[in-house]
């Protein structure tokens, strides 16, 4: 997503101008668009024109107009989104008041205005924008002597350091000096990779060469990451996947990825956390139910207390047409955050999304036990949402 113009106010109203540039900003863009928002954009109108002898004639014309928004339609299959609403802005083509859908699809800029954008709304516009935020796949392809530490993102790659160093060849009685040399390298590779590396957005390390230099390399990054206690790498060891490339140049990763089964591979790696997050939960709802919440009015007496240790919300809630419904899910990720708590806010697209959706969208794993009230929390969880 591109970001050619931002004006909020200290009151966080305003407009951005954006421009989808891939498939996932469109997802981004839905979520994004609120029945009340004004939306701007070019779009094509039939306009008729009537001849001095009666003859009606129908041409199609490009305008540009703005609509509040009413309705919103997401076609995942084409990837655009309809947006339809009254034209609210003066028009050659278009009467004040008139009717008219917008086709929001990828290359094509739109301004997006609303009366308050909230937390949720300006952190999902930095997502999108920054590609490191969603670069949720990180490689390092190798062979002795030369490595590429990479973010992959959807649209790109941005290679984050390449690592270039002489290792001694193997010499008979000279095998230390090999090693010594290997170890050099491998402890560049691990400096450059935890510069870049933030596990709270990456999903999968891919580890690639040819032969056995991955093998030895991933032996010798935990060996290392127990001895220096680093915790970061130990406790994401899940997350590491060990395959094979061609060399260690970065060309060698668009054969790595196009491989059918490495990406089943690295699709059930990315969304590990959030269904790892969610079994957790279950877990905790059979073994110790009183750390356990879901719901928004029991979420909510929960973070009230600062008992929140992980909430998971679906994205379909701020989404709500109801301003006040998606202010408080808003509220509740703010003050939720503000604790030191960690959010996770999962698509409703995925599996793991309509599981939650079937817990009311938000569940929450407790820091402490907190046994439910025997007053009006005891009612239906989902009744408050009526």
């Known amino acids: 997503m591109k970001l050619t113009n931002r004006n909020i106010d200290k009151n966080n109203a305003g407009s951005v101008t954006l421009v989808p540039e891939e498939s996932e900003d469109m997802w981004h863009t839905y979520n994004l668009v609120s029945v009340g928002d004004t939306i701007r954009s070019t779009t094509i109108r039939k306009v008729q024109n009537e001849s001095a002898t009666g003859s009606v004639s129908v041409n199609k014309v490009r305008t540009t107009l703005t609509v509040q928004v009413e309705g919103i339609d997401f076609d995942t299959q084409a990837c655009v989104l309809r947006v339809s609403g009254r034209n609210i802005q003066e028009n050659q083509y278009v009467k004040m008041g008139a009717y008219h859908t917008l086709l929001l699809e990828m290359n094509r800029q739109f301004t997006l205005c609303k009366h308050e954008w909230d937390s949720v709304s300006l952190e999902r516009i930095e997502m999108a924008c ?27 790659t941005l290679v984050r350091a390449k690592v270039e160093t002489n290792i001694p060849r193997k010499r008979k009685g000279m095998c230390d000096q090999h090693t010594k040399g290997l170890h050099r390298f491998y402890d560049q590779i691990i400096q450059a990779f935890q510069r870049h590396v933030n596990f709270d957005i990456v999903k999968c390390v891919l580890i690639a060469s040819p032969g056995f230099v991955k093998d030895q390399f991933a032996d010798y990054l935990f060996a290392q990451a127990v001895k220096m206690d680093d915790k970061s790498i130990i406790d994401n060891r899940s997350k590491f996947v060990l395959v094979h490339s061609s060399s260690g140049f970065k060309h060698s990763l668009k054969e790595v990825l196009a491989d059918p089964s490495i990406a089943v591979k690295l699709a059930d790696t990315k969304a590990a956390g959030e269904v790892k997050a969610l079994d957790d939960f279950y877990t905790m709802l059979q073994t110790d139910p009183d750390r356990a919440y879901y719901g928004i009015r029991h979420c909510e007496r929960a973070a009230e207390q600062q008992a929140i240790e992980l909430l998971m919300v679906s994205d379909e809630l701020f989404r709500a047409q109801d301003i006040a419904q998606r202010k408080r899910y808003v509220s509740l990720v703010d003050s939720v955050k503000e604790n030191g708590a960690e959010v996770k806010i999962f698509s409703s697209l995925h599996v793991s999304g309509e599981q939650l959706g079937q817990l009311s969208g938000v569940a929450a794993i407790l820091r402490f036990p907190m046994p439910e009230e025997d007053d009006e929390d005891n009612q239906d969880v989902d009744s408050d949402d009526d």
Do not use: K, N
């Open 130 to 156: 920054d590609p490191v935020q969603h670069a949720d796949l990180m490689a390092i392809i190798m062979q002795e002597g030369i490595a590429h530490v990479c973010l992959v993102t959807p649209s790109m």
